[in-house]
C-alpha cells in the first residue's frame, strides 16, 4: 500500500516533507526503514509477499473451515434433537426419564470418544483423527434414523455420542497446531462457529419437517445429519496432517512442507519449525512409557502443569454448568412455560435462538484476535449472568402473558449471544493453546471430557429438577452459577493473545503471571462501549 502511494505520488510530481531524498529516474531510490531500495525492487518484493501472503490465508482458512465440519455434527444433533424429542415422545411413547437419558446420553457417552481421541491422534494423526470421527459418527446417524424402537434408538446414540467426543476434541487440537500465531484464536473457534451453524441447521430441520406425519418426521431430521459428512471426505483431499505431529513421528521435511504452507515466510517456517522441535525434544527419551509418563504427569502434575489443568478444564466445566445446553436442547420446553402453544410455534421461536446463536459467534471471530480472551470473557458471563436471572424472573412472574413470552425469548437469545461472543467459543481456543506439546492431546482430551459430564449431567437432569423446583428456578441456579464464572475468569484465566503455544506455556510456570492479568474489567467495559 504504501509503495503505490510513495509511486502515484511521484508520478503527479507532488512529494513530502522528504521529497529531496527521491531521484527522479527509471529507477528511482527512497529511503525507507533506514535503508536504499529500489522501487522497481520494493514493488516486486510487495507483490510477491501479498500473493504469497493471501494463498497461505487462505489455504489455512480452507483447512480450518474442513476441520471444522466435525463440529457441524455435533451441533446439527444438539439443535435437531431439541425438537425432534417432541415427536420421538409422541411416536414411541417414552417417558420423561427416557426423554432425559435419550438427549444426555450423547454427552456422557461421548467422553468416552475423548478420552481415546487424544492416545488416538497420537497413533494415527490428526488428520486421520478427525475421519475416524465422522464415520463413527455417520454410522449413529443412520442407525438412529432407521430405529424402530427406543432400545435401537439408543444404540445409534451411543454410536453418535463416540464420534462427537473424538470431533470435539480433535478439531481445535489440530487447528491450533497449523495456525499462525497471530491468526490461532480467531481459527481454533470455528469449531464453535460450525456448532452453532449446526444447531441452527437442526432448529431449520425441526421446523421444515415438522408438519410430515409423526413416525416419520423425526427419522428424516434425525437422518439429515449423515450429510456433513459426504463434505467431510472431500475435505480429507485438502488438509494436511498437522506439522507439530509430524515433528513428533521425526518426519521433519514433511513438517516443513506444511509450515510452508501455512506461514507466510521461509523464516517464520524455520522460527516455528525449531520451536516444535525444542517442545518436542523432551519427549524423545520417554518414548517407552510415554502414555503412562504423560497421564502420570497429568494426574499427579507439577505446579505449572496444574494451573494449566485448573484453567483449561474449569473453563471446559463453566461453559457448561452455566446451562447452555439446557438452554438449546430444551428451548421448545422453555417456550411451552413461557406459554407458547402449538409445536410450529414452539420450533419457530427456536429457529430465532438458532439465528442469534450463529450471528453472535461470527461476532467472536473477529473480536477474539483483536481485543483478547479475557474481555470477551468478562463481557460474556457477566451477560449471560444476567440474562439468566432476567429468564428466572420472567418465567416466574410473567408467565403466559405476551409480556412474559417476549422476555422469556429476549432473555434466551440474549444468553445465547453472550456465550457464542465469549466463553463458547473461547473456551476451545483455551484448552487447545495453553498445554505444552508432549501433554496437549490428552489434556485437551481431558478438558473435554469435563465439557460432556458436565453437558449430560445437566440435560439428563433438567426436566426432573424443573419439575422440582420449576423452570424458573433451575434458571436461577444457573445465573448463581454464572456469576460464579466470573469470579474464575478473573482468578484463572491469563491471556494468551498473540502469544505463541511455547511463551504460554511459560505463563504457568510463573504463579504471578499466571493469576496476575495483563486484562483488567475495565478493558471488557471499554469493549462493552464499542459493541
Same mark, same amino acid.
Given at each position: 500500500?504504501?509503495?503505490?502511494?510513495?509511486?502515484?505520488?511521484?508520478?503527479?510530481?507532488?512529494?513530502?516533507?522528504?521529497?529531496?531524498?527521491?531521484?527522479?529516474?527509471?529507477?528511482?531510490?527512497? @529511503?525507507?526503514?533506514?535503508?536504499?531500495?529500489?522501487?522497481?525492487?520494493? +514493488?516486486?518484493?510487495?507483490?510477491?509477499?501479498?500473493?504469497?501472503?493471501?494463498?497461505?490465508?487462505?489455504?489455512?482458512?480452507?483447512?480450518?473451515?474442513?476441520?471444522? *465440519?466435525?463440529?457441524?455434527? =455435533?451441533?446439527?444433533?444438539?439443535?435437531?434433537?431439541?425438537?425432534?424429542?417432541?415427536?420421538? &415422545?409422541?411416536?414411541?411413547?417414552?417417558?420423561?426419564?427416557?426423554? +432425559?437419558?435419550?438427549?444426555?446420553?450423547?454427552?456422557?457417552?461421548?467422553?468416552?470418544?475423548?478420552?481415546?481421541?487424544?492416545?488416538?491422534?497420537?497413533?494415527?494423526?490428526?488428520?486421520?483423527?478427525?475421519?475416524?470421527?465422522?464415520?463413527?459418527?455417520?454410522?449413529?446417524?443412520?442407525?438412529?434414523?432407521?430405529?424402530?424402537?427406543? +432400545?435401537?434408538?439408543?444404540?445409534?446414540?451411543?454410536?453418535?455420542?463416540?464420534?462427537?467426543?473424538?470431533?470435539?476434541?480433535?478439531?481445535?487440537?489440530?487447528?491450533?497446531?497449523?495456525?499462525?500465531?497471530?491468526?490461532?484464536?480467531? !481459527?481454533?473457534?470455528?469449531?464453535?462457529?460450525?456448532?452453532?451453524?449446526?444447531?441452527? *441447521?437442526?432448529?431449520?430441520?425441526?421446523?421444515?419437517?415438522?408438519?410430515?406425519?409423526?413416525?416419520?418426521?423425526?427419522?428424516?431430521?434425525?437422518?439429515?445429519?449423515?450429510?456433513?459428512?459426504?463434505?467431510?471426505?472431500?475435505?480429507?483431499?485438502?488438509?494436511?496432517?498437522?506439522?507439530?505431529?509430524?515433528?513428533?513421528?521425526?518426519?521433519?521435511?514433511?513438517?516443513?512442507?506444511?509450515?510452508?504452507?501455512?506461514?507466510?515466510?521461509?523464516?517464520?517456517?524455520?522460527?516455528?519449525?525449531?520451536?516444535?522441535?525444542?517442545?518436542?525434544?523432551?519427549?524423545?527419551?520417554?518414548?517407552?512409557?510415554?502414555? @503412562?509418563?504423560?497421564?502420570?504427569?497429568? =494426574?499427579?502434575?507439577?505446579?505449572?502443569?496444574?494451573?494449566? *489443568?485448573?484453567?483449561?478444564?474449569?473453563?471446559?466445566?463453566?461453559?457448561?454448568?452455566?446451562?447452555?445446553?439446557?438452554?438449546?436442547?430444551?428451548?421448545?420446553?422453555?417456550?411451552?412455560?413461557?406459554?407458547?402453544?402449538?409445536?410450529? &410455534?414452539?420450533?419457530?421461536?427456536?429457529?430465532?435462538?438458532?439465528?442469534?446463536?450463529?450471528?453472535?459467534?461470527?461476532?467472536?471471530?473477529?473480536?477474539?484476535?483483536?481485543?483478547?480472551? @479475557?474481555?470477551?470473557?468478562?463481557?460474556?458471563?457477566?451477560?449471560?449472568?444476567?440474562?439468566?436471572?432476567?429468564?428466572?424472573?420472567?418465567?416466574?412472574? !410473567?408467565?403466559?402473558?405476551?409480556?412474559?413470552?417476549?422476555?422469556?425469548?429476549?432473555?434466551?437469545?440474549?444468553?445465547?449471544?453472550?456465550?457464542?461472543?465469549?466463553?463458547?467459543?473461547?473456551?476451545?481456543?483455551?484448552?487447545?493453546?495453553?498445554?505444552?506439546?508432549?501433554?496437549?492431546?490428552?489434556?485437551?482430551?481431558?478438558?473435554?471430557?469435563?465439557?460432556?459430564?458436565?453437558?449430560?449431567?445437566?440435560?439428563?437432569?433438567?426436566?426432573?429438577?424443573?419439575?422440582?423446583?420449576?423452570?424458573?428456578?433451575?434458571?436461577?441456579?444457573?445465573?448463581?452459577?454464572?456469576?460464579?464464572?466470573?469470579?474464575?475468569?478473573?482468578?484463572?484465566?491469563?491471556?494468551?493473545?498473540? @502469544?505463541? *503455544?511455547?511463551?504460554?506455556?511459560?505463563?504457568?510456570?510463573?504463579?504471578? +503471571?499466571?493469576?496476575?492479568?495483563?486484562?483488567?474489567?475495565?478493558?471488557?467495559?471499554? =469493549?462493552?462501549?464499542?459493541?
Amino acid at each position: 500500500m504504501g509503495v503505490e502511494e510513495n509511486r502515484n505520488a511521484g508520478q503527479n510530481g507532488v512529494f513530502g516533507s522528504d521529497s529531496s531524498e527521491f531521484q527522479l529516474g527509471s529507477k528511482n531510490k527512497y @529511503k525507507r526503514m533506514k535503508s536504499e531500495v529500489t522501487e522497481e525492487e520494493e +514493488e516486486e518484493e510487495d507483490g510477491s509477499f501479498t500473493k504469497e501472503n493471501r494463498g497461505t490465508k487462505k489455504y489455512v482458512f480452507a483447512c480450518a473451515i474442513f476441520a471444522s *465440519l466435525n463440529s457441524v455434527l =455435533l451441533g446439527y444433533d444438539v439443535g435437531v434433537m431439541s425438537g425432534a424429542i417432541l415427536f420421538i &415422545q409422541e411416536d414411541l411413547k417414552i417417558t420423561v426419564v427416557q426423554q +432425559e437419558l435419550l438427549v444426555g446420553i450423547l454427552s456422557i457417552i461421548s467422553l468416552f470418544g475423548s478420552l481415546a481421541g487424544g492416545k488416538t491422534s497420537d497413533a494415527i494423526g490428526r488428520k486421520w483423527t478427525i475421519a475416524f470421527a465422522a464415520f463413527i459418527f455417520q454410522t449413529g446417524a443412520a442407525v438412529m434414523a432407521l430405529a424402530p424402537s427406543y +432400545e435401537v434408538l439408543m444404540i445409534g446414540r451411543l454410536f453418535a455420542g463416540i464420534g462427537i467426543g473424538f470431533g470435539v476434541m480433535i478439531a481445535p487440537v489440530y487447528i491450533a497446531e497449523i495456525s499462525p500465531s497471530v491468526a490461532r484464536g480467531s !481459527l481454533t473457534s470455528f469449531p464453535e462457529i460450525f456448532i452453532n451453524l449446526g444447531i441452527l *441447521l437442526g432448529y431449520i430441520s425441526n421446523y421444515a419437517f415438522s408438519g410430515l406425519p409423526v413416525h416419520i418426521s423425526w427419522r428424516v431430521m434425525l437422518g439429515v445429519g449423515i450429510i456433513p459428512s459426504v463434505f467431510l471426505g472431500f475435505a480429507l483431499f485438502v488438509i494436511p496432517e498437522s506439522p507439530r505431529w509430524l515433528v513428533m513421528q521425526n518426519r521433519i521435511e514433511e513438517a516443513r512442507i506444511v509450515l510452508t504452507k501455512t506461514n507466510e515466510s521461509e523464516k517464520e517456517v524455520e522460527e516455528r519449525l525449531a520451536e516444535i522441535q525444542l517442545a518436542a525434544a523432551g519427549m524423545a527419551n520417554a518414548e517407552n512409557n510415554e502414555a @503412562k509418563a504423560i497421564w502420570r504427569e497429568i =494426574l499427579n502434575p507439577s505446579p505449572p502443569v496444574r494451573r494449566m *489443568l485448573i484453567t483449561g478444564c474449569g473453563i471446559q466445566c463453566f461453559q457448561q454448568i452455566t446451562g447452555i445446553d439446557a438452554t438449546v436442547y430444551y428451548s421448545p420446553t422453555i417456550f411451552k412455560n413461557a406459554g407458547i402453544k402449538g409445536n410450529t &410455534q414452539l420450533l419457530a421461536a427456536t429457529v430465532i435462538v438458532g439465528v442469534t446463536k450463529t450471528v453472535f459467534i461470527l461476532v467472536a471471530i473477529f473480536l477474539i484476535d483483536k481485543v483478547g480472551r @479475557k474481555p470477551l470473557l468478562y463481557v460474556s458471563t457477566i451477560g449471560m449472568t444476567t440474562c439468566l436471572l432476567g429468564l428466572s424472573l420472567a418465567l416466574a412472574f !410473567l408467565g403466559n402473558g405476551k409480556l412474559g413470552i417476549g422476555l422469556a425469548i429476549l432473555a434466551v437469545c440474549g444468553n445465547v449471544a453472550f456465550f457464542s461472543v465469549g466463553i463458547g467459543p473461547v473456551c476451545w481456543v483455551l484448552s487447545s493453546e495453553i498445554f505444552p506439546l508432549r501433554l496437549r492431546a490428552q489434556a485437551s482430551a481431558l478438558g473435554a471430557v469435563g465439557s460432556r459430564v458436565s453437558s449430560g449431567v445437566i440435560t439428563m437432569s433438567f426436566l426432573s429438577v424443573s419439575r422440582a423446583i420449576t423452570v424458573a428456578g433451575t434458571f436461577f441456579v444457573f445465573s448463581v452459577i454464572s456469576a460464579l464464572s466470573v469470579v474464575f475468569v478473573h482468578t484463572c484465566v491469563p491471556e494468551t493473545k498473540g @502469544k505463541s *503455544l511455547e511463551e504460554i506455556e511459560m505463563i504457568f510456570h510463573h504463579e504471578g +503471571e499466571w493469576q496476575g492479568s495483563e486484562v483488567e474489567m475495565g478493558d471488557a467495559q471499554r =469493549l462493552m462501549q464499542k459493541e
